[in-house]
């Protein structure tokens, strides 16, 4: 599969200097408009040592491939301002781990809202693991007047490949983020030595299960229990745990196997979380979970209508939009799907609600982001699907599939392979196109 390529291109580098914190951007979208080097904040962070911190711990998983890893990977990460709060977001090189920072501790001017890439360099890096104390620190998203006309045509450029399945991911953590559950939560010295009795093999399997107000180790699933495969995932975590107030702890209904999940440290004045894919093996771009959703003939108008609804509000309600915009709750659900499939919509675990953002991507250059759905609707349009009741057959160049709707089962060696663990397969989601199209069908 082509890769895209991201081009970043900054005023000139991000520095740390003099108490100074000056992020470089490059490309996004604002309220005022797109711009080339969007300006959003100008002020202090008033909680500078943990903020620097969980910036790095975000560059961190960036630049990071923890499955097979291998040098070469680089990537900036994204932020967006919604006139409150920055959040700060990055995915790692394998797909398996997304990471977000959201600082509520600012006291400035918001210059401006949306969405942009920051550039983090090598230099900044070694800067910010240098910041220590209580002493508050001026934060700059984007250029200033002056850095602007003493910057003498110093640009800084990067292009990277820009994986599909990078972009897939940022869709399917949000989907699937939405149906976890808060677990455990767990205070400060509590959430230390728990962290700290993780195995020390990066590739070891545990399971965080409640117990009585704390949290033990288990080698298999359990009750309320949370997975967490692959220790050495939540590895930037770890630097933080000087500054943690808490530590939530989010999963699904527990389940047999192998399930994602997500840990927040509550930190002063800001949040940072890691959600965590089932295996290292396995990237978020490949669950499924946003299938059924886009697999909706509706689901594309409705995201046209419910995008220009959007504002970069801090949080995206589903009952608020459903009545501005008209919709069913149902729709509304698809609709932000199909908004998460392009980037623009993320999931807050901690408020329960989704928030607004723009990805700084070329979209048209990855508009085939979902390969098992193009499949299932070449098959229901080319006729392949014969329905009876809640029942179809599926005839592909591989035999005749046998699908239960409803049950969303089918005869294919790939539900045989996940039993739905990872999404529907393509002759479901065929199936299930071509009844409400048959429904549709006047009679």
Not at 17 to 37: F, N
Not at 91 to 116: M, W
Not at 289 to 312: I, K, P, R, S, W
Not at 366 to 386: F, Y
């Amino acid at each position: 599969m082509t890769q895209a390529v991201q081009a970043y291109s900054y005023a000139g580098p991000s520095v740390l200097a003099d108490g100074r914190l000056g992020l470089s951007t490059s490309g996004g979208t604002a309220l005022s408009g797109p711009q080339t080097h969007p300006r959003f904040f100008s002020g202090l962070l008033t909680q500078a040592a943990p903020a620097a911190a969980g910036l790095l711990a975000v560059a961190d998983v960036a630049l990071t491939r923890y499955h097979q890893p291998r040098p070469g990977w680089t990537r900036d990460p994204v932020v967006t301002c919604d006139g409150g709060r920055l959040r700060f977001e990055s995915f790692s090189a394998c797909g398996g781990v997304y990471a977000r920072l959201d600082v509520d501790a600012l006291d400035g001017d918001v210059l401006d809202r949306g969405t942009t890439n920051v550039d983090v360099n090598g230099p900044l890096r070694e800067s910010l693991a240098r910041v220590g104390g209580r002493d508050p620190l001026h934060l700059g998203v984007g250029p200033d007047e002056l850095t602007v006309t003493t910057l003498d045509g110093a640009v800084v450029e990067k292009k990277v490949p820009l994986p599909t399945r990078w972009l897939r991911g940022f869709a399917e953590v949000q989907v699937i983020a939405a149906g976890f559950d808060l677990r455990a939560e767990l205070k400060g010295p509590q959430a230390v030595r728990f962290l700290r009795s993780l195995p020390r093999k990066a590739t070891s399997t545990v399971w965080a299960m409640p117990s009585g107000g704390d949290l033990r180790l288990a080698s298999g699933p359990g009750r309320g229990a949370v997975c967490l495969s692959g220790t050495g995932r939540v590895t930037t975590l770890m630097p933080l745990l000087r500054f943690a107030k808490a530590l939530r702890v989010y999963g699904p209904a527990a389940g047999a196997g192998h399930q994602a999940g997500a840990w927040e440290l509550e930190l002063p004045g800001m949040r940072y979380t890691l959600a965590v894919s089932p295996e290292p093996w396995r990237g978020f771009s490949g669950e499924g979970a946003v299938l059924d959703h886009l697999a909706t003939d509706e689901a594309a108008g409705d995201a046209d209508v419910l995008g220009m609804l959007l504002n970069f509000e801090p949080t995206v309600e589903i009952g608020l939009l459903a009545d501005r915009s008209g919709l069913p709750v149902e729709r509304v659900r698809a609709a932000l799907t199909q908004l998460g499939t392009a980037g623009r919509v993320g999931y807050d675990l901690r408020e329960a609600s989704h928030f607004h953002r723009e990805l700084p991507y070329d979209r048209d250059q990855v508009a085939q982001l979902n390969p098992r759905l193009t499949a299932a609707r070449a098959l229901a349009d080319s006729g392949a699907v014969r329905l009876d009741g809640d029942h179809a057959r599926v005839t592909t160049s591989g035999g005749v599939r046998q699908v239960r709707i409803e049950q969303g089962t089918c005869t294919c060696e790939w539900w045989f392979d996940h039993r739905g663990s990872r999404g529907p397969c393509k002759h479901v989601l065929a199936a299930r196109i071509a009844a409400r199209l048959a429904v549709d069908v006047p009679a």
